[in-house]
């Protein structure tokens, strides 16, 4: 029996001397079904067509860098706080995937990350989303990589604010959360801010159910979010710019236009001397 | 005087027999809690999965996933990709850990047994997200160089991720049964001038293959289960294989769509009810297997007892010679057709030839060469074993020394876990591990007790049999989302503390009863008769007599459970977790867990430093876990030894 399985592993191993390709296949890498990345790239790069079903599919934005730094014909799409070295940053339509970019509006793949209250906040939740749309907050959001928008002047310490919160949901917000906590803590001297994860559904589901205080997203409500939970306001946190990689020795492209990131997802191109610069 | 003293005497027999019935009934408990559970897990699956977007059979037949664009759900190409990827991780598992199994039970001197064993059980412990990295950053980068494929992440990666996994599992159990297996038989073939190899083939296996047949259904439900390392290494296209035996193609489980879809998907959603039928199916699919397997180990068991009354052949035996003659070279004709459409003409021949010589060979040589090839190919499986763990070991280990301080260890994590340490993540991971057994401990051995001690074979224990069975092959993934329906959102738990230790304390009560079994069972029966004689109860027996001789192989039972329950991610990912330093207050609020801080800080937080942070991490997990393995080893060498009869 042993002898058989040995046989089948050599096979397996044998099936893939079979063919070894010359030209670099293009490795199209994207986001899961569920992410509010993915959902954004599809409405606003694939306008709504469908992505190929060859995609590897990656579930956060770190595992997406991986695959794309390790895998020479690879491309993805991950938030711009994960950009580095590792990995080549592609122009869009001639426009740089930077901060400033995002915030002129020239750079055209950005969306905003949300915060959710039922109903207005009050206590330290409002406290919390003021220190967030403060200039400590926003720097904090500048440090992670992702976009600040327009801050509203430093933080005003309020005297006797006690009580604690908790704040649940996308685990792209998270860490622009969890460190805004830290330092909102470290100011009031107690653990009024507890941060967990879950992903964008539990945050928007916990805050409705009153489980959570503030509901994290990195998406905006369905419609059937807001059938269930019509008293969610919503706070938006900051942007996020999605800036498309390749692996750094990648020689065929620099630059693509919308039209042929699309055609790459939907698979129409499978090598890269495919794409004429 | 004597009537006061047997008034006194019927008393004591009467409060005897009520406190046997009251103990009895508390190990009744534990026993039918399996099935409890089982069913209410099915239960709030079901209930969540309600209303299906599509009907059933569109469900499992229709071939695309994609639940948020096309808006169709086929989980298909994901059963496929499931069986697929188990099938392969199975074929790189059994014969390596059988042949671990037959060499420390049979092979090697004391000496080497005492440290090949827990090494191999080590392997278990390694937490499947280390898995995954080591998977993703290693192994994918071998099989793309080596193969000269695009990509690395692909059925091949998963499976060999998923076989190594597997092998702890397979091997620790398997070696429990070779053990089990009484040594008149061993002695009896010997003496007949068998050598040990045939000793081994014919009389050794054959007499453990129930226990081995359980060990490899506890394989593959630890393959089928997993779900960090295969969503890393896989690839996840939901598509099927194409060719279908193209190795190299990525593929999509069942579980690595629970685990990536899951957490992001809006409650209430047609794909929200579409995830949690995917863990419905799950659960059907799991329960087959398990059926399989029960169906299989009885005919089995069945064959072994049936030598004494003679099988009547319906079919003459020159027919049935001929039937097998046909068969066989049907299957020959299929293999070489296969052969040659995959691998093409020259390996084809090659390979024939070889198989040819090695069939008309394998009469010639005398039965000492035999046993001498047999015992190398034996070694050479505990090598691979070994190397494998080495390289593991040896890649944790450089990558995460250099972060490892005692600062490390004892600050909580500051700056997004890239400076400070991991105090509080350890702690939380020690609050959940520590929950979990205490839960688990009683509960899983109570059923043992009760299964063994106080019932005969009937239907209700073959039903609790069955229900720890299907709870063991459950994937921790569906325990995370039965946790999720029920403790978080039904019983209004929220991410807490309790949610996540009753979560893996369900997920690890059905290694602790099939060990705790398994250790009752190779009690000889003769010791407890010896101790009814004098005059003992029941519960007397269990207690003095029964119990401590099986502490070891409950001790081993609770190894392997905490190494899973402490390197788990999948199952308090949506129950308990969360990424701030803080320590929980009561057992209502979350904490942060190693597996998944490691987890987050290695896809979440971006940076070098958060990657050598997360490499620290994953070397602070490994070290946990070997230190609570060690402690529980050394006890159980401790029993070992002075417990004999």
Not at chain 2, 22 to 34: C, D, E, H, S
Not at chain 2, 590 to 612: D, F, K, W
Request: proline share 4%.
């Amino acid at each position: 029996m042993s002898i058989l399985m040995l046989i089948t592993l050599g096979l397996m191993v044998l099936t893939g001397c079979v063919s070894t390709e010359d030209k670099l296949s293009i490795v199209v890498v994207g986001r899961d079904s569920a992410s509010g990345t993915r959902e954004f790239f599809w409405e606003h790069v694939m306008k709504k067509e469908n992505f190929t079903s060859n995609i590897l599919e990656k579930n956060s934005n770190g595992a997406v860098h991986q695959t794309v730094s390790m895998t020479k014909g690879a491309i993805g799409y991950i938030g711009l706080g994960y950009l580095d070295k590792k990995v080549k940053a592609l122009k869009i339509n001639g426009v740089e995937p930077t901060v400033d970019n995002v915030i002129s509006g020239a750079y055209p793949i950005s969306r905003n990350l949300n915060m959710f209250t039922n109903g207005e906040p009050t206590g330290v939740a409002l406290e919390f989303l003021k220190y967030i749309d403060s200039d400590e907050g926003q720097k904090i959001v500048r440090e992670e990589g992702f976009v600040p928008k327009t801050s509203t002047g430093p933080y005003i310490k309020v005297e006797g604010l006690s009580g604690s919160i908790n704040v649940a949901g996308s685990t792209t917000v998270l860490p622009i959360a969890s460190k805004a906590a830290e330092a909102f803590n470290q100011l009031y001297e107690g653990n009024l801010v507890t941060v967990t994860g879950g992903g964008s559904s539990v945050g928007v589901q916990s805050v409705g159910e009153g489980s959570a205080d503030i509901g994290m997203a990195s998406r905006e409500l369905k419609s059937s979010e807001i059938e269930r939970y019509p008293n969610l306001v919503k706070h938006v946190v900051c942007s996020d710019g999605i800036a498309v990689i390749v692996h750094p020795d990648n020689k065929y492209v620099d630059d693509l236009t919308l039209d042929q990131l699309k055609e790459i997802y939907k698979g129409t191109y499978t090598k890269w001397d495919e794409i004429k610069q | 005087m004597s009537s006061s003293t047997t008034k006194q005497g019927l008393f004591n027999f009467l409060g005897v027999r009520f406190k046997e019935g009251i103990i009895k009934t508390v190990f009744f408990i534990a026993a039918i809690l399996g099935i409890v559970i089982i069913f209410s897990m099915l239960f709030f699956l079901l209930k969540e999965a309600y209303p299906l977007p599509v009907d059933i059979w569109r469900f499992i037949s229709d071939s695309v996933w994609s639940p948020t664009e096309s808006l169709r759900f086929g989980a298909y190409p994901l059963i496929i990709g499931t069986l697929l990827v188990t099938l392969g991780a199975m074929v790189i598992a059994i014969p390596l850990s059988i042949g671990s199994a037959v060499f420390i039970s049979e092979i090697a001197s004391n000496r080497v047994r005492s440290i090949i064993k827990p090494v191999i059980e080590l392997l278990a412990g390694i937490p499947s997200v280390v898995y995954g990295f080591f998977g993703l950053i290693i192994l994918t980068t071998w099989i793309k160089d080596i193969f000269g494929v695009s990509t690395g992440e692909s059925w091949l990666a998963g499976s060999i991720i998923l076989g190594v996994m597997a092998i702890p599992t397979i091997t620790t159990v398997a070696e429990d049964a070779i053990k089990a297996v009484p040594r008149e038989y061993k002695e009896g073939s010997l003496a007949l001038g068998a050598n040990r190899w045939q000793t081994i083939s014919k009389v050794v296996l054959p007499s453990a293959l129930s226990g081995i047949t359980a060990a490899i259904i506890l394989g593959i439900g630890r393959a089928v289960g997993e779900t960090m390392a295969v969503l890393m290494v896989c690839g996840n296209a939901p598509i099927i294989p194409n060719p279908p035996w193209n190795v190299f193609s990525p593929i999509r489980t069942l579980t690595s769509t629970l685990g990536i879809e899951t957490a992001e998907v809006p409650l209430g959603s047609a794909h929200y009810h579409a995830l949690f039928g995917l863990a419905a199916l799950l659960l059907v699919i799991t329960l087959l297997i398990n059926l399989t397997a029960v169906y299989i180990l009885r005919r089995l068991q069945k064959k072994h007892h049936a030598d004494q009354y003679k099988k009547r052949n319906i079919i003459p035996v020159d027919i049935q010679f001929k039937l097998k003659k046909i068969t066989t070279s049907f299957i020959l004709t299929l293999t070489l057709i296969l052969l040659y459409l995959i691998t093409g003409f020259v390996v084809t021949i090659t390979l024939s030839i070889l198989a040819l010589l090695i069939f008309y060979l394998r009469k010639k040589i005398s039965t000492k060469k035999i046993e001498m090839i047999a015992f190398s190919t034996i070694t050479m499986c505990i090598l691979i074993v070994t190397m494998i763990i080495g390289v593991i070991l040896a890649y944790i280990i450089i990558n995460g020394a250099g972060s490892l301080t005692w600062e490390f260890l004892t600050q909580p994590s500051k700056n997004l876990g890239r400076e400070g340490g991991v105090s509080t993540a350890l702690l939380g991971t020690l609050y959940l591990v520590a929950g979990a057994i205490a839960i688990a401990l009683p509960v899983g051995v109570g059923a043992a007790v009760y299964l063994t001690e106080y019932t005969r074979e009937n239907t209700l224990t073959k039903i609790i049999r069955t229900a720890a069975d299907l709870l063991n092959g459950t994937p921790s993934i569906v325990f995370g989302l039965f946790g999720f329906a029920f403790f978080v959102l039904y019983l209004g738990f929220g991410f807490s503390l309790i949610a996540g230790q009753i979560t893996l304390a369900f997920m690890i009560i059905p290694t602790i009863f099939r060990t705790t079994e398994e250790a009752l069972q190779s009690i000889p029966p003769g010791i407890r008769e010896g101790s009814y004689a004098l005059g003992a109860t029941r519960w007397q027996t269990i207690k003095r007599v029964v119990l401590p001789p099986a502490t070891p192989g409950i001790i081993t039972g609770a190894i392997l459970s905490i190494g899973r329950a402490a390197g788990e991610t999948a199952p308090i990912m949506f129950t308990a977790v969360t990424f701030s330093a803080f320590l929980p207050s009561s057992v209502f609020e979350p904490v942060n867990a190693l597996p998944y801080h490691l987890y987050i800080i290695a896809t979440n937080v971006p940076g070098e430093r958060a990657q050598a942070v997360g490499s620290g991490t994953a070397l602070v997990l490994l070290m946990l876990v070997i230190g609570l393995y060690l402690v529980a080893i050394m006890i159980r060498n401790h029993y070992q030894k002075t417990m004999r009869w």
